[in-house]
């Protein structure tokens, strides 16, 4: 998969930085929180990938996944969620909310790139 | 019978030509050296095969060295592909929390950035973060993270004094040092200076359940910690030290000017 446009849901500026180092070959939109990346969807009709993480403030991962699997827009829309959380039932609890992929935090960079690339 | 005994048979035949027996002494002698040609003809052509399949044994040969060197050379530069990634993805790290550490003047900014690179990069869940008081003896607990069931000894007071064996040592003689040991649960203390002062540490005393171990490239962040996050932190409360002095500063010359 070559994204048009990827909305990053972090809460921390690291990461941030870090997204725009290692994806820096495609458009980046980020976001705080899962509000945050609800309203980003709705201003950027063009992203096509999404990642998440799952430990944020005012909306988790989790909630923000939920919202977007229930509204028709954004069912089939590409989420890999890049978490701590790094137990097998986190990681079911994540793909069974619907996220595509789920990759735990350290992570290399190849991981993400081939993960994108798998989509 | 031969032509010759047949004409001695018949004496009513006709008389012997001149040439006619060379004729076929020539022709007898033509078939044998057509048969010796045929001969040689098929030696040579047994032979031709037998070296073309010998040639071909060769090429076969030859082709399969350079197929086991071809395949060893793709090996190789696979895992040369993959080290580098690696490389890369450490510079990465190192060059992302450095951006990050100095990106702001704000004292809290630089804790959090400090805390997200031990969540984030080092994978750790249960962290201190230690620095000297400016008003006493002993280090403030600026940072406690992952203790969920409430902070544990020597780490449940306002500050730290003493307690942990090996993150004394590092307080004392600021070298980073790995744990656990005998004396010490924590996994890493790692000194926090600022030129050679040490004005704290960051102690590591419990990673995520996934990540069993710290790995070699986690030293490299670990000593950037040290080098980067006391200076970082330094700047940043300088800053908002000078800043809040300047507005006092300002706001009495308001003042004496009766503005």
Known sequence: ?119 | MSERSATEADPRARPAVPGLELAAELRSTLERAGELARVVELNLRETAVSTAAATADERVQELERRLATAESDVKELASRLVDSEHQGGRLMNLYVATYQLHATLEPAEVQATIAEIAINLLGAEQFVLLLRKDDGPGYEIALLEGMYDGPVPPYDGDSYQEGDAMVDATLRDGVLRLGPTAESQALAAVPLRVQNDIVGALVLNKLLDHKPILRAEDRDLLDLLSAHAASAMFAARLFATKDRKLRTLESLVKLARGE
């Open chain 1, 1 to 119: 998969m070559q994204p048009r446009k990827v909305l990053v849901v972090d809460d921390s500026k690291l990461m941030h930085k870090m997204y725009e180092v290692m994806l820096r070959q495609y458009p980046l939109v980020y976001a705080m929180d899962g509000r945050q990346a609800l309203d980003r969807l709705q201003e950027h009709a063009d992203i096509d990938l999404v990642l998440l993480d799952i430990n944020m403030p005012n909306m988790n991962g989790l909630e923000f996944l939920a919202q977007i699997r229930t509204n028709g827009a954004h069912q089939d829309l590409p989420v890999i969620i890049i978490s701590t959380e790094g137990r097998d039932e986190d990681t079911q609890r994540g793909l069974e909310a619907g996220a595509t992929a789920y990759i735990k935090k350290p992570f290399h960079s190849e991981d993400i790139l081939e993960k994108i690339s798998q989509l």
